[in-house]
């Protein structure tokens, strides 16, 4: 069904994905699936600038899904958790365009402090740090574990330019972004570009199958020696914190540094070539 509704909102027939939501209400109640599937309703309307309907479905699906976390953890199955998360992004994302960062803000920072330990804490610190992360100081970097060399503080690295490439075992778009970095790398050395590669455990591996820590720690590295050859020095601290820190839950997540330790882009998902470059480039100015 969620499918469905998504595939609906896609080609912008609104009225088919009301009808089918409203005939599996009838038959199955709200449920989570109904839940995300709605979601897509405010993510579509959201994508197309309408944003006093994107409210309306975004505050739907809050009210709804904090009356089933009444009955049920957040994170006791897939779908609520993505409906709630979509839920705050839209409403935060339509305060934000209409003139108001300082209430999508509070917004957020309310909702991070009720679900900050769950597995929507990511998704909301990403938006909160799109209205507010650049500009400011770059936040510290937790490198208890990690793989490779061992990561420099980003306190050590002031002076310098620092790109934060946060990615994932599983994610392809990652992957596909390890050339456009390493031929960046190469050519911002002269003026000192560090790479520091932040990722984190998920609890499984290859195929999706679970994984004790130290097996999905040995297979994260199998995967680092494979795909990411071309930056065989990057350093890899590992850890959840570092992903809801900088609300990494978009792969990859890249994020610029300037010379004097501040964040000058942030930007959830793989960008193009020409655009990470103008975006060191100018970061990289003395």
Not at 258 to 268: D, M
Request: charged letters at 15%; aromatic letters at 8%.
């Amino acid at each position: 069904m969620v499918e469905d509704v998504r595939a609906q909102v896609g080609q912008n027939n609104y009225s088919a994905a009301e009808s089918e939501l409203r005939d599996y209400k009838a038959q199955h109640g709200v449920t989570p699936e109904y839940l995300e599937a709605l979601s897509w309703m405010a993510r579509g309307a959201a994508a197309m600038k309408q944003w006093s309907q994107a409210a309306s479905y975004a505050r739907e699906t809050r009210s709804l899904s904090e009356q089933l976390l009444t009955r049920q953890k957040l994170d006791a199955e897939p779908h609520l958790p993505i409906a709630l998360g979509a839920a705050y992004e839209v409403l935060a994302q339509g305060l934000a365009e209409s003139g108001k960062p300082a209430q999508a803000a509070t917004l957020l920072r309310t909702a991070i402090a009720r679900y900050g330990n769950t597995s929507i804490r990511a998704r909301l610190q990403k938006n909160l740090n799109l209205i507010s992360l650049v500009g400011g100081p770059a936040p510290a970097l937790q490198a208890t574990q990690y793989l490779g060399t061992k990561p420099p503080t980003l306190a050590s690295l002031r002076g310098s330019p620092v790109l934060l490439f946060f990615w994932a075992h599983w994610c392809a778009d990652c992957k596909a972004e390890v050339p456009i970095i390493a031929r960046l790398r190469q050519e911002f050395a002269p003026a000192g570009l560090v790479v520091i590669g932040p990722t984190q455990l998920y609890g499984y591996a290859a195929q999706g199958n679970d994984a004790t820590p130290a097996q999905e720690r040995a297979y994260i590295e199998s995967v680092r020696q494979r795909y990411y050859a071309s930056l065989p020095d990057m350093p890899v601290p590992l850890s959840q914190q570092n992903f809801n820190t900088y609300g990494a839950s978009t792969t990859p997540t890249l994020v610029i540094l300037n010379r004097a330790g501040q964040v000058a882009i942030y930007h959830p998902g793989a960008m193009p070539y020409d655009e990470l470059r103008a975006a060191l480039q100018k970061a990289s100015a003395r």
